[in-house]
């Protein structure tokens, strides 16, 4: 009895179902999604964290209904002074997290629907050039924050707390 209750213990993670939209499905994992308090109508941004255990890919767009559009953008220093400038691609490479953060690749939302207060929960999907696209939530930290909001921890942006 004992041997069989381990075995049937040993295979149930095999029968739980991995869905293609579990942010935590797949080779790709998006996490420490998040935002600063804006006011409706001016521009927000978004920070996030992309681990890949699978092949190279590439983050490609990235949408939300809180905002009329989000952009892709990369912070570069030129002759010492901080500018920000489009891209259609961020590489997500095998390994190797890709962290959108204060100075580096981020994405502007424009056109803010709503104020975002600190706090504040949002929807967002992420797309990549080759895996499905990921949903996750955004936590909003107070303006002017250098990092995501610490009672984020170390979860994925699908938790609830
Ligand atoms: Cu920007």
Redesign the pocket.
């Known amino acids: 009895m004992r041997r069989l209750l381990l075995l049937s213990l040993l295979a149930m993670p095999l029968l739980v179902p991995s869905g293609p939209t579990r942010a935590e499905s797949g080779p790709i994992q998006v996490q420490q999604v998040w935002s600063r308090a804006a006011p409706q109508g001016r521009v927000g941004v978004l920070y996030m964290t992309v681990t890949d255990s699978g092949a190279p890919d590439q983050l490609v767009a990235v949408s939300t209904p809180v905002a009329e559009k989000a952009e892709l953008?990369e912070s570069v220093a030129e002759g010492g002074v901080m500018k920000?400038r489009p891209v259609a691609a961020a590489p997500v490479e095998t390994g190797k997290p890709l962290v959108l953060k204060p100075g580096g690749y981020?994405v502007?939302l424009m056109g803010l629907r709503r104020t975002l207060k600190e706090g504040d929960e949002f929807p967002v999907t992420i797309r990549f050039a080759h895996a499905g696209p990921i949903s996750v939530t955004a936590h909003v930290a107070k303006a002017g924050a250098a990092a995501a909001p610490a009672e984020m921890g170390r979860g994925n942006g699908t938790m609830s707390h």
Do not use: E, L, T, V
Request: aromatic share 0%; proline share 0%.
């Open positions: 953008h920000m981020h502007m």
